[in-house]
């Protein structure tokens, strides 16, 4: 089957430019939480672009309509098995997730947390380029 490369793109740009703006607001504000979201939002976009790329239709499946990382990862392991090495960093980033609201049991999130965010997204963010660059 043909590769959906535009709607991969498209949900690939955005999860540049969520990154991107991770990396800016952590340089300039060093605020964890919302680096942490951001990039746990960059990598579910990227693994989501992986399945547009294969026609899967994101907004159509409702498996997909999912915040849960590893459940986006093992949708696209029938496509692309390598990201099966990414299941533990998706693991941790998906706890981030829940940080977007108050909680009576705040996550208290780090610097270490946010570093490792930045690092594991942008790691998946480098590998979901390669993909689509040589489709």
């Not at 991107?20 to 942490?36: D, L, N, P, R």
């Not at 790329?53 to 390598?82: A, M, W």
């Not at 108050?102 to 490792?116: G, H, S």
């Amino acid at each position: 089957m043909r590769k959906n490369k535009p709607a991969a793109g498209i949900w690939l740009k955005k999860a540049i430019e969520d990154l991107s703006f991770a990396k800016a607001g952590w340089k300039e504000s060093k605020i964890a939480s919302v680096t942490c979201v951001l990039c746990q939002q960059a990598v579910e976009k990227a693994l989501k672009s992986l399945l547009e790329l294969e026609n899967v239709s994101v907004e159509r499946t409702p498996s997909l309509k999912t915040h849960r990382l590893v459940d986006i990862i093992e949708e696209c392991k029938g496509f692309y098995p390598q990201v099966e090495a990414f299941t533990d960093d998706c693991d941790k980033l998906t706890v981030y997730y829940f940080d977007r609201y108050p909680a009576e049991i705040p996550l208290n999130l780090t610097e270490e947390d946010a570093e490792f965010a930045l690092k594991s997204a942008e790691k998946i963010l480098e590998f979901v380029k390669q993909v689509i660059s040589k489709s």
